[in-house]
């Protein structure tokens, strides 16, 4: 079965800090990894990866994907309290449809 | 543009009662999903349209879900009738690519 661990589940912070979140992924038929971010509505798409070892970058978060070791990780560097969301990491699957992980909320306080 | 537009935003009914929430992609797009989320389940594909035809229905959970797109710029997913379990947060998504998907604000739905 498809499926796409996030970890960790939370995770709080100070402004200031510097986080990694994670996801990996076990899937028929990988063609590319996204990031969303979810504030307190609906997920707004951040990244896509299809290629090992090539950072997506956009501002003070970024992002590279693994795929022979089946992972990406997000980064967000020098976080403020607007970064304060759950980061959803979602995988292609087969039939061209989104399998998303159970997401990481990340909560930084000033 | 307005973006992909869900109504109603919050929807409270009865066990038993028909429900029937909707769904204005972004003009343009071609693609459109229903997705259900939760605290236990997280995000989950129900259904996705291309070209407002039914592309994926595998995870429509059973036969008491059912989805429309009698149109490109209209789409219904109505649950009859509703139970408890269908409480949800229930995102439509639309897209030029199939993957960098907009998605609505969502219906909440309570289910009592």
């Known amino acids: 079965e498809d499926k796409v661990v996030q970890s960790p589940l939370s995770l709080v912070v100070h402004e200031g800090d510097t986080v990694t979140l994670n996801c990996s992924y076990e899937?028929?038929?990988?063609?590319?990894l996204l990031w969303y971010k979810q504030e307190k509505k609906a997920p707004t798409f951040l990244f896509m990866l299809t290629s090992s070892g090539i950072e997506k970058k956009s501002g003070r978060l970024s992002s590279i994907l693994d795929k022979k070791e089946l992972f990406s990780i997000l980064n967000i560097t020098a976080t403020q309290t607007g970064d304060s969301a759950i980061y959803l990491c979602a995988v292609e699957a087969n039939g061209r449809k989104l399998i998303f992980g159970q997401g990481t909320e990340l909560s930084v306080k000033p | 543009d307005a973006g992909v537009i869900q109504s109603p935003r919050h929807e409270v009914t009865e066990m038993g009662q028909e429900v029937t929430l909707r769904c204005k992609p972004i003009?343009?797009?071609?693609?459109l999903f229903w997705y259900r989320q939760t605290m236990m389940r997280g995000l989950e594909l129900l259904i996705y349209?291309?070209?407002?035809?039914?592309?994926?229905d595998s995870g429509m959970p059973e036969d008491r879900f059912s989805a429309k797109m009698p149109n490109a710029s209209f789409s219904t997913l109505k649950i009859q009738p509703s139970e408890p379990r269908d409480s949800a947060v229930y995102f439509c998504?639309?897209?030029?690519?199939?993957?960098?998907?907009?998605f609505g604000p969502g219906t909440r739905l309570t289910v009592t």
């Open positions: 998504a639309s897209s030029f690519d199939p993957l960098e998907q907009y």
């Open positions: 349209f291309n070209n407002n035809v039914p592309i994926d």
């Open positions: 003009s343009g797009h071609d693609y």
């Open positions: 899937v028929t038929n990988f063609r590319s």
